[in-house]
């Protein structure tokens, strides 16, 4: 099985950038498809982006379209969401996580972090 830790995350103006990672152990990163999902307070937990086990296919939500780029790093054995742009409704606990499938629905992944802080002041 592998272990995810998120880190990076924090308080940041409206406009302002932050680049989270998630880092693996236990099991090597290039065995998943990862993925970033987020849940606001009083919210469910939503799809953000996911990557390919290889770095080759890539799916972002509409709302992270054009501000949020995932990368991986099976090597380092991370996974990174650059964040440009934020806005206030961006503010809510990020989890990245690992499935053996490459989609968007929550359910389907496997493997969970803790999550990350990502606070977005207007």
């Known amino acids: 099985q592998v272990q995810l830790v998120e880190s990076g995350g924090g308080l940041v103006q409206a406009g302002g950038s932050l680049r989270l990672s998630c880092a693996a152990s236990g099991r090597t990163l290039g065995s998943y498809a990862m993925g970033w999902f987020r849940q606001a307070p009083g919210k469910e937990r939503e799809f953000v982006a996911a990557?390919?086990?290889?770095?080759?296919?890539?799916d972002y939500a509409d709302s992270a379209k054009g501000r949020f780029t995932i990368s991986r790093d099976n090597a380092k054995n991370t996974m990174y969401l650059q964040m440009n742009s934020l806005k206030p409704e961006d503010t809510a606990v990020y989890y990245c996580a690992g499935s053996y499938l490459l989609v968007k629905v929550a359910g389907a992944y496997d493997y969970w972090g803790q999550g990350t802080q990502v606070t977005v002041s207007s």
């Open positions: 990557i390919s086990r290889n770095g080759v296919i890539i």
